[in-house]
C-alpha cells in the first residue's frame, strides 16, 4: 500500500494556527493542474448519478438544493483526496487531539440556482463530525457566479469564501455557514473528519 503524504507545497504550520486562532484555513493550488483534471473528469462522468440532497429517506428538506453522489472505492481518483485528507487526519490529530478516525465525503454539484442555507455540520455536538472539508474541482470561477462558502468563524466574524477551483477550506463542524446561490454549475467534494466510524 502507497504512504500518502501531505502536498509539499501545503503551508501545515498556518493551516494550524488559522484553524487555532479562526475556526478554519484555505489552501490554495492544492494539488497539481492534472491530478486537478481527472478528478473533474471523474466527477463529470457520473453526474447522471447524483441524486437530491434535500431528499432523505423520502423526505424533502427545504435548507439545500444541491446534488451529491457518496464517494466509494470505486471512485479510484477522488479517493485518493481521501487518502491525502486521512493524513491530514493524522496531523490534526497530534496538534489537537480530535480524535478524528474516518473521513466521509460526497461529490456536490450545485447548478444554477441551486444553495445551502445557514446549518452547522455538528450542532451541538450531536455526531462525530469535527472538522469539515470543502475542495473545489470545477475547472473555473468567476466572483460574480456566486456560490461562495459563507462562514462565520469561532471569534463570531464573517466570512465570503470564494469556490475558487483547486481550492480546500477547511472548518470546524459546529461553525455556522451556507452555501449562497450559484449562478453557473459549481463542483465540489464535500467531505467530513469524523471521531467515529460513519458506515455509508
Known amino acids: 500500500m502507497d504512504v500518502i503524504f501531505l502536498p509539499k507545497s501545503w503551508n501545515v504550520d498556518q493551516i494550524l494556527d488559522d484553524l487555532d486562532q479562526h475556526g478554519f484555513a484555505i489552501i490554495d ?4 493542474t492534472d491530478y486537478l483534471q481527472a478528478l473533474v473528469l471523474e466527477c463529470t462522468t457520473h453526474l447522471n448519478e447524483f441524486r437530491a440532497a434535500a431528499v432523505q429517506n423520502g423526505v424533502i ?3 439545500r438544493s444541491d446534488h451529491i453522489l457518496w464517494i466509494n472505492d470505486n471512485l479510484d ?5 481521501i487518502d491525502t485528507l486521512k493524513q491530514l487526519s493524522n496531523t490534526l490529530n497530534r496538534y489537537f487531539y480530535l480524535g478524528i478516525n474516518e473521513v466521509e465525503a460526497h461529490f456536490a454539484c450545485y447548478n444554477a440556482g441551486e444553495f445551502y442555507t445557514l446549518h452547522r455540520d455538528n450542532p451541538q455536538g450531536k455526531n462525530g463530525r469535527m ?4 475542495y473545489y474541482l470545477h475547472k473555473q470561477w468567476q466572483d460574480d457566479w456566486g456560490g461562495q ?3 462565520q ?3 463570531n466574524q464573517w466570512h465570503y469564501i470564494h469556490p475558487k477551483p483547486n481550492r480546500l477550506a477547511i472548518f470546524q463542524s459546529d461553525l455556522l455557514h451556507e452555501v449562497i446561490e450559484a449562478k453557473h454549475q ?3 467534494i464535500t467531505a467530513w473528519l469524523r471521531s ?3 458506515l455509508l
Do not use: E, G, T
Request: net charge negative; proline share 4%.
Open 29 to 32: 493550488d492544492v494539488y497539481p
Open 61 to 63: 428538506s427545504n435548507i
Open 153 to 155: 468563524d469561532k471569534n
Open 131 to 134: 472538522i469539515s472539508a470543502v
Open 149 to 151: 462558502l459563507h462562514l
Open 77 to 81: 481518483i477522488a479517493q485518493q483526496h
Open 186 to 188: 459549481r463542483l465540489s
Open 196 to 198: 467515529d466510524q460513519q
